[in-house]
């Protein structure tokens, strides 16, 4: 059995593990980005001097294709001179989260559950992220802090999922979540353990055989939401790395953001519905984007998410139709996109 972490396990492991070696080996430099994808650097309006930086692993980079400007995993993380464009409305802190800390590394916005922030620390950086502005290093927690956060759960019996976030929640050792997950488990009323990590689509190599094995080893039902916003991500190495947390029954869910150049069309929005199921995914929220400083560029117009919502529902099985949802600050829950205006799929169907 491996050795419970005492507290905060981020880099205590030897990185020995090939995830930990691609983690430290992510591609940080847009000269050496442009070179592996053979662009060259005229028209793509980098920027280099942004401090939200460049970062993205090899391993997704591989499913980049070469020679093009426009590919939609390649925008996901390109600084982009048109991030400095802050358009009326578009803030820091779109959603209020420095509110809704009520300890140190946890957040608490919904009834019956709770988020904790298990590392500031992201693989990739999405250059569309809300959270590029939040200051992670603050909200880092001590091992009391740690202690001050599951007294807080287990004082509010309503609470019964404990979601693990970040950052990536994924990017700390499998030794460190074994450590927390025993901590929740000793918590009797919850039920429910969700991980929210998009290092399962951007290093698959993260799905070690220690995690499922972790996570069908606790009393905890546990789900995964794994984050990828086209089907281009999800290649054969994805595939493989979640079989076995299928199964080890963890229900394997994905949420996406609505991205302008990316995922902006109806066949890209099915496709992904499509792939998804394929590799034992359900779809499950498509955000719009939220309204933080420097991703402007990924904004559409309302009257096109409506279109692309009414076409996707014309389309495919409801269950394939992800949650169109938007994140309102002090709202009680993800914000549903209102139903579609009557009259409108009349209008699509000519
Ligand atoms: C998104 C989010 C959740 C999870 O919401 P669900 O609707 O249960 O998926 C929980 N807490 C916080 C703070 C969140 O931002
Ligand atoms: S992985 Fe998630 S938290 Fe990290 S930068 Fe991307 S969207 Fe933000």
Redo the contacts with the bound molecule.
């Keep these: 059995m491996i050795a419970r972490s005492p507290a905060n396990g981020q880099g205590e492991d030897a990185p020995g593990e090939p995830w930990q070696l691609a983690l430290q080996t992510v591609v940080t430099d847009c000269d050496e980005l442009l070179a592996l994808l053979r662009l060259t650097r005229q028209d793509l309006g980098i920027d280099r001097a942004q401090t939200f930086a460049l970062r993205v692993p090899r391993a997704f980079v591989a499913r980049m294709r070469p020679g093009r400007a426009d590919d939609p995993l390649l925008r996901q993380v390109l600084p982009l001179m048109a991030e400095r464009t802050v358009p009326a409305g578009f803030t820091q802190d779109p959603l209020a989260e420095a509110e809704a800390g009520k300890r140190p590394g946890m957040l608490h916005k919904f009834h019956g559950r709770v988020l904790l922030i298990v590392t500031g620390h ?1 693989a ?3 250059r569309y ?1 809300f ?1 590029r502005h939040f200051p992670y290093a603050a909200t880092q927690p001590s091992r009391s802090e740690w202690a001050q956060a599951f007294e807080y759960i287990r004082r509010d019996p309503s609470i019964s999922e404990v979601i693990l976030s ?3 929640p994924l990017a700390v050792p499998d030794r460190h979540l074994q450590w927390l997950i025993g901590e929740i488990e000793a918590i009797p009323q919850v039920r429910r353990l969700r991980i929210h990590s ?1 290092l399962p689509v951007v290093i698959p190599a993260r799905i070690t055989c220690g995690l499922p094995a972790l996570l069908a080893g606790s009393r905890l039902r546990a789900s995964l939401v794994i ?1 990828a916003n086209h089907a281009q991500e999800l290649d054969a190495s994805v595939a493989t790395a979640l079989q076995p947390l299928r199964r080890a029954g963890v229900a394997l869910l994905n949420q996406s953001v609505l991205l302008a150049g990316v995922n902006d069309q109806v066949e890209a929005l099915s496709d992904l519905s499509e792939r998804l199921f394929e590799i034992g995914v359900l779809p499950y929220y498509l955000h719009l984007l939220d309204q933080v400083a420097g991703a402007a560029h990924f904004a559409l117009p309302d009257e096109r998410v409506h279109v692309l919502r009414e076409a996707l529902l014309a389309r495919l099985p409801g269950y394939l139709v992800p949650r169109f949802v938007r994140e309102v600050a002090r709202a009680p829950f993800k914000v549903p996109l209102l139903p579609p205006v009557p009259g409108r799929a009349k209008e699509l169907r000519g």
């Design positions: 992201c990739i950086h999405c992220c959270r970040g950052g990536d998009r984050h």
